[in-house]
């Protein structure tokens, strides 16, 4: 007979059924205070404020400031708000990236459209039909999102839907503004000797920017689909092309094929492995009309590289939202080098390394040597330089 569990035993793993199954309220009341400018409010607060002193600030009744309690109690016991004996909320690693004043003191770019766009009922749709779509083959629903919005993909239907479209484009922008912080400020040798650079799924530009920003001499380009390259500034820094990137990319020195963090500004793992193989043919053709030869700049995840718990957590959540919304997944090192294998029948290295590493710009630099072809890394995962 098979030892029972004590009572106390019995408790503990209820308690922790009772976590799993209302985890989706922390990410609601996520959310929430993102929504009401709770973590903006207490950063105009000096950076810590008792709830009296957020009121003044907030579109919240005095009636529901007992409520407002609640809530932020759940997010201090998440880690996301700190809580001083006095009562006074203050803000986390976690809450600075959900400020939305203006960047200063070398804070980093804001991440609330991130947030609001997984917790947004395009997403929470899609998750509701994840039973129904895995009893299903996969011709029948080839995604959940697409069970869940009438047979559309992600993309055509944030192309057609204004709010998803919208939603989709602020938090690509914002998730970009913070790699691109990281991959131009310490990654700056992908750059050296280059005349041009052409960024595929570019969204608004944000990385080419910064690029161009960093490296006045470099032309830049962003590659994207017709109904967004048609809605961006004429005449800037950088010329926005329109375009598919599974039939051909601009020529350029440096290609990049990015994974903009954490969470849906990434290129490559959102699509399949025979998808891949054919943007990573057009991306080296690409580079091949170039003499001397350019290189294939990757920014992406790959599954099983960092170190921490919670960082393995995320790319795992990232690998089921892939799932969820696209026919894409997160790669491990083996997976990722069978697409370059096929792609061009040779072996380019992957070297995994935590953007969230002090160590992060020393570590890419080693791969960086004259005709190597080396690599740097993003989000948890890698930056692999592959050359032409």
């Not at 999102?145 to 939603?167: C, N, P, Q, V």
């Not at 131009?184 to 799924?201: K, R």
């Not at 570019?202 to 689909?225: I, N, Q, Y």
């Not at 069978?338 to 080693?366: H, I, K, Q, T, Y």
Request: net charge negative; proline share 5%.
């Amino acid at each position: 007979m098979a030892p029972t569990a004590s009572s106390a035993e019995l408790l503990q793993a209820q308690a922790e059924l009772w976590c799993h199954a209302m985890a989706y309220l922390r990410s609601m009341a996520l959310q929430s205070v993102i929504k009401l400018g709770i973590p903006t409010a207490i950063h105009r607060c000096g950076g810590a404020a008792s709830l009296s002193e957020l009121h003044a600030h907030l579109p919240v009744p005095a009636s529901k400031l007992p409520c407002l309690s609640r809530l932020m109690k759940l997010l201090v016991i998440s880690g996301v708000f700190g809580e001083s004996e006095a009562g006074a909320y203050s803000l986390t690693p976690v809450s600075r990236l959900l400020v939305e004043d203006d960047a200063a003191g070398g804070r980093r770019a804001c991440l609330s459209p991130f947030a609001i766009l997984a917790t947004s009922p395009f997403h929470l749709r899609s998750s509701q039909r994840l039973p129904e779509w895995m009893e299903k083959e996969d011709a029948a629903a080839e995604t959940p999102f697409m069970m869940a919005h009438g047979g559309a993909g992600f993309y055509g239907y944030a192309g057609r839907d204004l709010k998803l479209g919208a939603l989709f484009n602020e938090a690509m922008g914002a998730d970009g503004r913070v790699v691109a912080e990281v991959v131009v400020g310490e990654c700056g040798e992908l750059f050296a000797g280059i005349a041009s650079l052409v960024d595929v799924g570019g969204g608004d530009g944000t990385m080419a920017k910064a690029a161009a920003k960093a490296f006045p001499h470099v032309r830049c380009k962003v590659l994207e689909l017709p109904q967004v390259a048609g809605n961006m500034p004429v005449g800037g820094m950088v010329e926005f092309v329109a375009g598919d990137m599974m039939e051909f990319i601009p020529p350029a020195d440096v290609v990049l094929l990015k994974q903009i963090i954490l969470l849906l500004q990434f290129v490559l793992h959102n699509w399949s492995d025979e998808d891949c193989v054919r943007i990573l043919k057009r991306a080296r053709e690409a580079i091949s009309t170039r003499e001397p030869k350019g290189k294939v700049v990757i920014i992406d995840t790959v599954a099983g590289s960092v170190s921490s718990k919670q960082a393995f957590e995320a790319q795992v959540l990232m690998d089921i939202c892939m799932m969820m919304l696209t026919t894409g997944e997160v790669r491990d090192e083996e997976k990722w080098r069978g697409l370059f294998v096929n792609a061009a029948r040779v072996r380019w290295p992957v070297d995994p390394c935590d953007m969230r590493s002090p160590d992060l710009g020393g570590r890419a630099r080693e791969g960086l040597g004259q005709g190597s072809a080396g690599s740097g890394v993003g989000g948890g995962g890698a930056a692999s330089e592959l050359e032409s």
